[in-house]
């Protein structure tokens, strides 16, 4: 039976009080909103500080390969993290995503090349794993075909997170053998980039469309389904942790506010339908850590992929009705642009859906558990 802690370790309370001011000093909400309306949509100075000083690039990647050698535990509280204060950029697809796809193909010469760059800072990933029509089931419509010693990539994916701000691409692909993993450069003149309109602001998709595009393959070329399952499901738990932490500043926000909101001479924070309001919020944001605490702590066993399913399936139903909850104690002043909260209930309609509903993964515990 597999033993696991379910209360964070002294060595994750530390790395959380660390990301946490150095998110609130990088990324304050008007700082936030300048990222929002620039080019490239992030902090680079501040990602050249995640990898430098932080080291938070290396956390999941094994020490051989220049990381630190821990799990999705350590990633978790830094996506959690991330959360709470919506920090743009690629991090998702390159600490989590591509570190998982890399790490679970098994190809240690691709790892020796791209990890350690990872590590630096200097890889910035993105992984397709999703046709143009968003299934979280389906392959990309990607066709890789032998070329010589190499393969030729062609077709589209959709929805592809941090694509835009990658310079190194991992794509699943159909090959003659089944499905594979191959690595491309999103510069070549045969691979097309467009950003596609998005709820978030704070996280942008891209559509790719590859026409005969070099790509070398990641593991075995029949080996991508496996590879593609471990990444979605690691995938769930990390959109999972920055739910928590957007949940938990949505709170925070709204009790805040109540706390200084008057009204008949009294703040509204002593009312009785808006303490009932907050207890049900908190509550329901404690089901939903919970949840990413167990996924966390069972990660690599036969337990994992409906914990997965489980956690996700949870921050995403909880999580956005703390967001609804919250700009409806904010009054009128929560529908508009200029009340922060609207960034948080979009980046919780957005994570709900991503990777699969709460719907999708119910339907995945049945499968998984045998129901």
């Known amino acids: 039976m597999h033993t696991a802690t379910l209360t964070p370790t002294e060595a994750q309370e530390e790395l959380r009080e660390t990301v946490r001011r150095f998110f609130e000093r990088t990324c304050p909400p008007e700082r936030l909103r300048e990222l929002v309306a620039s080019d490239t949509g992030y902090d680079r100075a501040a990602w050249d500080q995640m990898a430098g000083q932080l080291g938070l690039h290396a956390i999941a990647v094994p020490e051989e390969y220049g990381g630190m050698g821990y799990g999705l535990a350590e990633l978790a509280v830094v996506l959690e993290e991330m959360g709470r204060m919506l920090v743009p950029g690629p991090f998702l697809g390159t600490a989590l995503l591509a570190v998982t796809a890399l790490q679970a193909s098994g190809d240690e010469p691709m790892m020796g090349e791209l990890l350690p760059a990872i590590t630096a800072g200097e890889c910035r990933a993105a992984v397709a794993t999703t046709g143009p029509q968003g299934s979280w089931l389906g392959v990309p419509e990607v066709?890789?075909?032998?070329?010589?010693?190499?393969?030729?990539?062609?077709?589209?994916?959709?929805?592809?997170?941090?694509?835009?701000?990658?310079?190194?691409?991992?794509?699943?692909?159909?090959?003659?053998?089944?499905?594979?993993?191959?690595?491309?450069?999103?510069?070549?003149?045969?691979?097309?980039?467009?950003?596609?309109?998005?709820?978030?602001?704070?996280?942008?998709?891209?559509?790719?469309?590859?026409?005969?595009?070099?790509?070398?393959?990641?593991?075995?070329?029949?080996?991508?389904?496996?590879?593609?399952?471990?990444?979605?499901?690691?995938?769930?738990?990390?959109?999972?942790?920055?739910?928590?932490?957007?949940?938990?500043?949505?709170?925070?926000?709204?009790?805040?506010?109540?706390?200084?909101?008057?009204?008949?001479?009294?703040?509204?924070?002593?009312?009785?339908?808006?303490?009932?309001?907050?207890?049900?919020?908190?509550?329901?944001?404690?089901?939903?850590?919970?949840?990413?605490?167990?996924?966390?702590?069972?990660?690599?066993?036969?337990?994992?992929?409906?914990a997965a399913s489980f956690a996700k399936s949870s921050a995403g139903a909880c999580v956005f009705a703390v967001t609804v909850d919250a700009i409806q104690i904010h009054g009128g002043l929560g529908f508009t642009e200029e009340c922060d909260l609207h960034f948080y209930y979009k980046r919780a309609k957005s994570n709900q859906l991503m990777f699969g509903d709460e719907v999708f993964h119910r339907q995945q515990i049945l499968a998984r558990t045998g129901l």
Not at 196 to 225: I, K, W, Y
Not at 251 to 279: E, P, T, W
Not at 283 to 289: G, I, K, N, T, Y
């Open 143 to 306: 066709m890789a075909a032998p070329e010589g010693d190499g393969w030729l990539l062609s077709g589209r994916a959709g929805f592809v997170i941090d694509a835009l701000a990658a310079n190194t691409l991992l794509v699943f692909a159909a090959t003659p053998a089944g499905e594979g993993l191959f690595v491309v450069d999103p510069e070549d003149v045969g691979l097309t980039r467009r950003a596609l309109a998005s709820l978030d602001p704070t996280r942008r998709l891209a559509a790719l469309h590859l026409d005969r595009v070099p790509a070398r393959p990641v593991g075995a070329p029949d080996d991508g389904q496996r590879i593609r399952g471990i990444v979605t499901d690691h995938a769930a738990v990390g959109l999972a942790a920055e739910l928590v932490g957007v949940g938990q500043r949505s709170l925070d926000l709204a009790v805040d506010y109540a706390k200084n909101r008057y009204q008949f001479g009294r703040a509204i924070a002593g009312f009785q339908a808006i303490k009932h309001m907050a207890a049900e919020m908190a509550v329901s944001l404690e089901l939903a850590r919970s949840q990413l605490a167990y996924a966390t702590a069972v990660v690599g066993t036969e337990d994992f992929p409906a």
